[in-house]
């Protein structure tokens, strides 16, 4: 057996994984994009909550933050342990919900990976091609 053949052999698994979460991530950020470019044509968007029970500590900070900085403190106590569902979709996409600027990085990453995934596949496309006219 060739050893590009060993290698691949040992390496389907892997990155079969890292194809997985590449592509689990990347539906992510096209489905919330979607939304965010749509939140206005969405009652759930424009008005629905998410309780911060079940997010990172840091939005209840942010929401705190925000409540205070506009004088709400008192007012509307049903909201005050839930956040607005865009708070999220934002968050999710651009990377700030894995992280603060280690999500972003890996997002811009991710987006790199892309790019070059789509030039090698257009490269390859018309090498093949061009292979098959001969």
């Not at 194809?19 to 470019?37: F, H, P």
């Not at 409540?67 to 996409?93: C, K, T, Y």
């Not at 603060?100 to 090498?127: E, H, K, N, P, Q």
């Amino acid at each position: 057996m060739r050893n590009w053949r060993k290698v691949h052999i040992f390496s389907f698994g892997y990155f079969k994984l890292v194809s997985v979460l590449t592509s689990t991530l990347l539906l992510v950020i096209a489905v919330t994009g979607i939304l965010y470019n749509h939140h206005h044509d969405f009652e759930f968007l424009r008005n629905g909550r998410i309780p911060t029970s079940i997010l990172p500590a840091k939005y209840q900070e942010r929401l705190e933050r925000t409540r205070q900085a506009q004088g709400l403190g008192d007012l509307f106590p049903e909201e005050e342990n839930s956040v607005p569902v865009m708070w999220v979709i934002i968050d999710l996409h651009n990377g700030e919900f894995f992280g603060g600027m280690a999500g972003r990085i890996f997002y811009d990453v991710l987006g790199g990976v892309l790019a070059v995934l789509s030039v090698t596949g257009i490269y390859m496309y018309f090498r093949v091609r061009h292979r098959k006219r001969w």
